[in-house]
Nanobody, 112 residues
Framework: QVQLVESGGGLVQPGGSLRLSCTVSGAILSELNAGWYRQAPGKEREFVAQINSRGNTMYLSAVAGRFTISRDIAKSTFYLQMSDLEPEDTAVYYC??????WGQGTQVTVSS
């Protein structure tokens, strides 16, 4: 059974940083595409970042240069390092594998 457990959300001031973590069990992270989506209130869920099985990354243009996706194969965990956060980044962030398996979501709120 594949499970994804997220952690690391919270409240941060504009310009601040957060790191989200997604720990995977029941699957081999190095063989799968992994990534993050987010959903803001009243909006559809949107793609944020992805790291594929070869380690290549892709980003939503609005977060490129501010967010970094990475993974630690040995820990079966992947991350989303978020810097220079903006109020528009406020959303529930969901991690996924292959867009099939999903984490429970973690709230990120950017506000002064």
């Amino acid at each position: 059974q594949v499970q994804l457990v997220e952690s690391g959300g919270g409240l941060v001031q504009p310009g601040g940083s957060l790191r989200l973590s997604c720990t995977v069990s029941g699957a081999i992270l190095s063989e799968l595409n992994a990534g993050w989506y987010r959903q803001a209130p009243g909006k559809e869920r949107e793609f944020v970042a992805q790291i594929n099985s070869r380690g290549n990354t892709m980003y939503l243009s609005a977060v490129a240069g501010r967010f970094t996706i990475s993974r630690d194969i040995a820990k079966s965990t992947f991350y989303l390092q978020m810097s220079d956060l903006e109020p528009e980044d406020t959303a529930v962030y969901y991690c996924h594998l292959q867009e099939v398996y999903w984490g429970q979501g973690t709230q990120v709120t950017v506000s002064s």
